[in-house]
């Protein structure tokens, strides 16, 4: 399967200063494929004086390497800045996607000073691009951190703008409801969100992507789901070197 743990998450920003994370933090999802185990992907936080390095890896299971094998590594640099999330501009972004037979080797550099982002296709040449970006623009990945800041009200709605190595989106996040799930960690307190994605990013999606993530200050993403052409695509996380501390056993 593909890159499901931040493809979905990566939606979400607000000003709410009840954000807390834990660095380092590593975060470990079971990726299942209509019920079946499919794979496993690990997301992992360092910091090194005020940079943050991000780090998304997803693997296919044994039994679906042989005919899909998946082997995808993302990565994205930023510094701790003075916004309200408390996070600057990425500064670097990169991407390995190996999917059966779509490989993707891409770069991509921020300019805060002059509000661009350079991408460079390595499969392509080396060939490079160009495009204009926002003060409010983040890549695929480090949205995530942003997204874990929100302050989520049901009901409401809010855009946060994403660059995809391609174009710049400006994409809606919908906060549907508040749900209580049970997984192999325990019983959380989540809220559901929805973002309404109109670019497809790491999977062929037939359907709607749904994310819950914990209704406290912590924000972890505990589940995501979306459809694709063969069936469902399901991420649970299982463990790691932190989940949250509201977690009812």
Same mark, same amino acid.
């Given at each position: 399967?593909? $890159?499901?743990?931040?493809?979905?998450? &990566?939606?979400?920003?607000?000003?709410? /200063?009840?954000?807390?994370?834990?660095?380092?933090?590593?975060?470990?999802?079971?990726?299942?494929?209509?019920?079946?185990?499919? +794979?496993?992907?690990?997301?992992?936080?360092?910091?090194?004086?005020?940079?943050?390095?991000? #780090?998304?890896?997803?693997?296919?299971?044994?039994?679906?390497?042989?005919?899909?094998?998946?082997?995808? *590594?993302?990565?994205? #640099?930023?510094?701790?800045?003075?916004?309200?999330? +408390?996070?600057?501009?990425?500064?670097?972004? $990169?991407?390995?996607?190996?999917?059966?037979?779509?490989? *993707?080797?891409?770069?991509? *550099?921020?300019?805060?000073?002059?509000?661009?982002?350079?991408?460079?296709?390595?499969?392509?040449?080396? @060939?490079?691009?160009?495009?204009?970006?926002?003060?409010?623009?983040?890549?695929?990945?480090?949205?995530?951190?942003?997204?874990?800041?929100?302050?989520?009200?049901?009901?409401?709605?809010?855009?946060?703008?994403?660059?995809?190595?391609? @174009?710049?989106?400006?994409?809606?996040?919908?906060?549907?409801? @508040?749900?209580?799930?049970?997984?192999?960690?325990?019983?959380?307190?989540?809220?559901?969100? @929805?973002?309404?994605?109109?670019?497809? +990013?790491? &999977?062929?999606?037939?359907?709607?992507?749904?994310?819950?993530?914990?209704?406290?200050?912590?924000?972890?993403?505990?589940?995501?789901?979306?459809?694709?052409?063969?069936?469902?695509?399901?991420?649970?996380?299982?463990?790691? /070197?932190?989940?949250?501390?509201?977690?009812?056993?």
């Amino acid at each position: 399967m593909k $890159r499901l743990v931040f493809l979905a998450l &990566f939606l979400l920003f607000s000003a709410s /200063s009840s954000f807390a994370l834990t660095v380092p933090e590593r975060l470990v999802y079971d990726i299942s494929w209509s019920g079946m185990t499919a +794979g496993t992907a690990v997301q992992e936080v360092t910091q090194s004086g005020d940079v943050l390095h991000i #780090v998304s890896t997803t693997r296919s299971a044994s039994w679906l390497s042989h005919f899909f094998p998946v082997d995808d *590594r993302v990565e994205s #640099v930023l510094k701790k800045g003075n916004s309200g999330s +408390g996070l600057g501009m990425p500064r670097f972004y $990169r991407e390995r996607i190996n999917e059966g037979s779509t490989h *993707r080797h891409k770069e991509s *550099r921020f300019d805060e000073r002059e509000l661009t982002v350079t991408t460079k296709d390595f499969r392509d040449g080396g @060939k490079e691009k160009v495009h204009k970006i926002t003060d409010r623009t983040y890549d695929t990945l480090s949205c995530i951190y942003f997204m874990r800041k929100c302050d989520l009200v049901v009901g409401s709605s809010f855009n946060i703008e994403i660059y995809d190595c391609k @174009k710049l989106w400006d994409t809606e996040v919908q906060v549907l409801r @508040k749900e209580r799930i049970t997984t192999s960690l325990g019983t959380f307190n989540t809220i559901v969100v @929805k973002p309404i994605l109109r670019f497809q +990013g790491m &999977f062929a999606r037939t359907g709607d992507v749904h994310i819950w993530v914990t209704d406290d200050a912590l924000r972890v993403p505990v589940k995501m789901t979306t459809k694709v052409k063969l069936g469902k695509i399901t991420a649970t996380l299982v463990g790691g /070197s932190y989940w949250p501390e509201k977690a009812q056993m």
